[in-house]
């Protein structure tokens, strides 16, 4: 008897068991399916709200929000630094709802199109004023150092501003705006001092604006540009000017403007600094004065263009410029008369 209650008790339990193990199957089963058919099929659905106002559904958050990050760092369009959104979307997971129409264009649309853009790019300035602009730090330095290569008189008041604005400016190019903004630098004038150029007392007895006959043709003998005209009275000289001054720069060549007998070449302390005179025969000389070089010396003759002494600013000049005197027996002419 006792075994075969043994053998009862045993096989319920056995019975039991197996009841038990096929139940917790089941249900792992079915929670298995369920879980794998959610998945399959269900796409968890967000409710996306703008200041709180809901403006539709996506279903794919994480593109729709890299879109408009992308908009917000916006790299394609030109000079864009940055945009910025009034408001960013905020996203609520709808689990519940899965048949919703998404509009994620339109969500986008909504988020970017009351966004602000802001363009970066660079004014070149004019004592501290916007002249004009470029679209990159390169372009804008690339003219800056042009300016300074060229020596440009405004250098120093020029200078680059890096810009964020709503709005985009016109850009010029670097060739234009090195020619727009280049500034010859002014020829050096005479600054009123107590300079007195001297009389020419030495050789002239005087001047004339009448023009005679020199018999002879002259040349230029530097390029550059006429700063005090002859005969002109002002502040720098207590007498008329008795003869041309031509600036150029130090070292500029000059020729003799005809063939001649140098009859003068150096410096006497008369105010003429280092100087040559030529005569050309028929009592006409013309004089060079405020040299840094000589290069003649007297009794030599010299035929015309033939280099006899370089730009300078000896004696009392200021400012490095030839003086040019032409005389017949003794009084002095207007050179621009002859030459220039
Ligand atoms: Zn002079």
């Known amino acids: 008897m006792r075994g075969v209650f043994k053998i009862r008790v045993i096989g319920n339990i056995a019975v039991w068991l197996r009841t038990s193990i096929k139940l917790v199957v089941l249900i792992v089963v079915s929670m298995v399916l369920v879980v794998g058919a959610i998945v399959l099929f269900y796409q968890p659905t967000y409710e996306v709200s703008l200041n709180g106002e809901v403006v539709g559904y996506t279903s794919h958050k994480s593109d729709l929000q890299s879109r408009i990050n992308e908009y917000i760092s916006s790299k394609e369009e030109k000079n864009l630094a940055f945009a910025q959104v009034d408001a960013m979307p905020t996203y609520r997971i709808c689990l519940l709802k899965n048949d919703v129409v998404t509009n994620d264009d339109e969500i986008y649309d909504m988020v970017t199109g009351n966004g602000t ?131 150029a720069s130090e070292g500029t060549p000059i020729k003799a403007a005809a063939g001649g007998t140098v009859t003068y070449s150096g410096n006497c302390g008369d105010g003429y600094g280092n100087y040559v005179v030529i005569s050309h025969g028929n009592g006409v000389q013309t004089l060079y004065a405020h040299c840094s070089v000589l290069h003649v010396s007297e009794g030599q003759s010299v035929s015309q263009g033939e280099l006899i002494a370089e730009v300078g600013e000896t004696g009392n000049a200021y400012g490095t410029h030839l003086h040019l005197e032409i005389r017949k027996d003794g009084i002095s002419y207007d050179p621009e008369n002859y030459v220039y």
């Open 117 to 247: 853009k802001y363009y970066k790019y660079y004014a070149i300035t004019e004592e501290k004023k916007e002249k004009l602009y470029v679209a990159n730090l390169k372009e804008a330095e690339k003219i800056v150092d042009s300016l300074k290569e060229k020596d440009s008189a405004n250098i120093d008041e020029i200078g680059i501003v890096e810009k964020y604005d709503t709005k985009l400016k016109e850009f010029t190019s670097v060739e234009e705006s090195i020619s727009k903004l280049y500034e010859e630098r002014p020829i050096v004038t005479y600054v009123a001092s107590n300079y007195s150029e001297p009389s020419a007392s030495n050789y002239s007895s005087g001047t004339s604006s009448s023009k005679v006959e020199l018999g002879i043709s002259l040349i230029n003998p530097v390029s550059g540009i006429i700063t005090s005209r002859f005969a002109s009275r002002d502040s720098v000289r207590d007498h008329a000017h008795t003869g041309l001054d031509i600036g």
